[in-house]
């Protein structure tokens, strides 16, 4: 059986593109034929698809680095073939991080997400040809690959949460309403990882979540208080089961507030989500010990339904309430968030860095292009120098204090830069 896995760091490389060819039209009868390079092949993508399918992220504990295929290399005017899209498949739920910022949320089955991007293929010959330049020989190489680096952590899409104290009887619950068959025992951390389960009430059918106890300190993240807290974030109801007679021999009343001031301490709009009450193990109390504590958490909730996982007593009226509370929430107004695409790139930056004994540009613009040059080819490294020079890279490194002969180091490589040149 695999574990439950819900975080993990992983790199991910794309393919780099394929190299474009200098290549020249030789055909019999035909004199002055022109150049016909054509370009390479574009590198594979990664791509992320939240698929239902998928329950953990533990094919990331097994392997935590994917590399697409490359595309392949031009031959004369016959174009290189694209590499295939790397998909790779995930739990929906994935929010996916980059340098502590969010870079994907897959809360949709099918959702796709390119996580690094293929290299497009150099370009041939062909597209270097002007009024002046007539039989180019410049041909570039395919764009490098990416790499990134991620975190991805798993939020699991439950309609219904349910939250307590360590053994209040959650795994029970879910238990006798759904077909989850959670790991169930008398000790605290009975749940050390989320249990999910298909209700059906009615006609009706909803997803609920058996979550792992909750304790005092959790939103600091004691106990296993953030895994649980950032699972019950996208519920839309909470249930709150209560246990009247805690194996701790604690005060019921005060165990439910210290649930609540977690949740506040978390989040204040998680604590403001719509709540109902469950009080547990009322076959072991007295009915009238049982209305005395029905009557006190009224007045904090309306909906309070004394049950019995152990016997289902009373877990009808509770889900019918769950159902219809459901109901409400999903009638309410959706706030819808537009993610226009850019209208246009944004204009990459570079800069000249003086170090000790060179001048180094950045810029991982400039620094592409380099790579993408055939630097064994006058004519191509003529090109680029005349593509620096109309960025003003020229006259930078010159107002930097570049003179002739000194060491210019773009990426990996090394120039020597000349005056006037």
């Not at 996916?96 to 390119?114: H, K």
């Not at 899409?157 to 307590?164: E, P, R």
């Not at 009706?204 to 807290?229: C, N, R, W, Y």
């Not at 193990?281 to 209305?291: R, S």
Request: with cysteine; proline share 5%.
């Amino acid at each position: 059986m695999s574990q439950f896995i819900d975080e993990v760091n992983v790199s991910f490389t794309s393919g780099k593109g394929g190299r474009g060819s200098a290549s020249f039209h030789r055909e019999k009868h035909v004199p002055r034929g022109g150049p016909n390079g054509s370009d390479g092949g574009r590198g594979g993508n990664i791509v992320l698809i939240a698929d239902r399918g998928v329950r953990t992220l533990y094919q990331f504990m097994l392997r935590d680095h994917y590399e697409a295929d490359n595309g392949t290399d031009s031959h004369g005017n016959k174009h290189g073939k694209d590499a295939e899209i790397l998909m790779i498949h995930v739990p929906i739920g994935t929010i996916v991080t980059e340098e502590d910022e969010v870079i994907a949320d897959l809360s949709t089955d099918g959702m796709q997400f390119v996580v690094a991007k293929g290299g497009r293929g150099g370009r041939g010959n062909l597209h270097f040809t002007n009024s002046v330049r007539q039989s180019p020989t410049i041909a570039e190489k395919g764009e490098p690959a990416e790499t990134v680096q991620v975190k991805m952590e798993l939020k699991l899409l439950a309609d219904v949460g349910l939250i307590g104290l360590p053994n209040a009887g959650k795994s029970t619950l879910i238990s006798a309403c759904s077909a989850a068959r959670p790991k169930i025992g008398a000790y605290p951390f009975t749940t050390i990882t989320p249990n999910l389960g298909v209700v059906l009430v009615g006609m009706k059918t909803f997803v609920m979540a058996d979550m792992p106890g909750l304790i005092e300190g959790a939103s600091q993240g004691v106990g296993l208080g953030h895994q649980f807290l950032k699972h019950v974030e996208r519920t839309k109801v909470l249930v709150h089961i209560v246990d009247l007679f805690p194996i701790d021999g604690s005060d019921p009343i005060e165990n439910y507030k210290t649930i609540q001031s977690e949740l506040r301490l978390y989040s204040e709009d998680l604590a403001a989500r719509p709540c109902v009450i469950a009080l547990n193990k009322t076959d072991l109390a007295k009915p009238e010990d049982v209305e005395v504590m029905v009557e006190f958490f009224k007045e904090i909730v309306p909906e309070v339904f004394p049950i019995s996982g152990v016997t289902g007593q009373g877990i009808q009226p509770l889900l019918f309430a769950v159902a219809k509370c459901l109901e409400e929430e999903e009638a309410k107004p959706q706030a819808i968030v537009l993610r226009p695409e850019p209208v246009e790139r944004i204009r990459e930056t570079w800069s000249v860095e003086v170090e000790e004994d060179e001048y180094v540009v950045v810029g991982k613009g400039i620094t592409r292009m380099v790579e993408m040059t055939n630097l064994g080819n006058n004519e191509s490294v003529r090109y680029l120098h005349r593509r620096l020079q109309r960025m003003g890279v020229i006259d930078k490194l010159r107002e930097s204090g570049a003179e002739d002969g000194d060491a210019v180091r773009i990426g990996d490589w090394a120039f020597a830069f000349v005056e006037g040149g």
